[in-house]
């Protein structure tokens, strides 16, 4: 198991216009999935300005986000948010959500159970 992620190993996943459950990305992001443990997983997120994540959720999987730097729209159950610098989020498991981003943004996020790696690189 990985205990240790050094800044400069890690690639950098493209995701550009890509379909993924259904829905279909639009914009472009990058994503770097900094570590992966048995309950938890650690991704950093830079996301375009214009970059929108449709409205989905996750039946067995909740997160929590923070931006480092940037601006998003965001929607977690009925309520719209708007997210700068120093904010954070938590997405409960079995609750829609939606992400845009009204600005480059730099954030990180957590995911618990950590996603199967086939979701990033498949």
């Known amino acids: ?12 996943i493209e995701r550009g216009e890509k379909e993924m459950g259904g829905y279909k990305l639009q914009g472009s992001s990058l994503l770097r999935l900094m570590m992966t443990g048995n309950r938890i997983q ?3 997120l830079h996301l375009e300005k214009g970059f929108y994540h449709p409205k989905h959720k996750h039946d067995d999987e909740e997160s929590i986000g923070y931006i480092i730097k940037g601006h998003l729209q965001m929607c977690i159950g009925d309520q719209e948010y708007i997210l700068r610098d120093g904010d954070s989020w938590y997405h409960p498991d079995g609750m829609f959500h939606w992400t845009r981003a009204l600005e480059d943004t730099y ?14 690189y498949g």
Do not use: T
């Not at 198991?1 to 950098?12: A, F």
């Not at 954030?107 to 990033?120: C, D, G, N, Q």
């Open 42 to 44: 650690l991704k950093e």
């Open 107 to 120: 954030a990180i996020e957590v995911h618990s159970p950590p996603r199967p790696l086939e979701h990033y």
């Open 1 to 12: 198991m990985k205990v240790v992620s050094k800044n400069k190993e890690v690639k950098q």
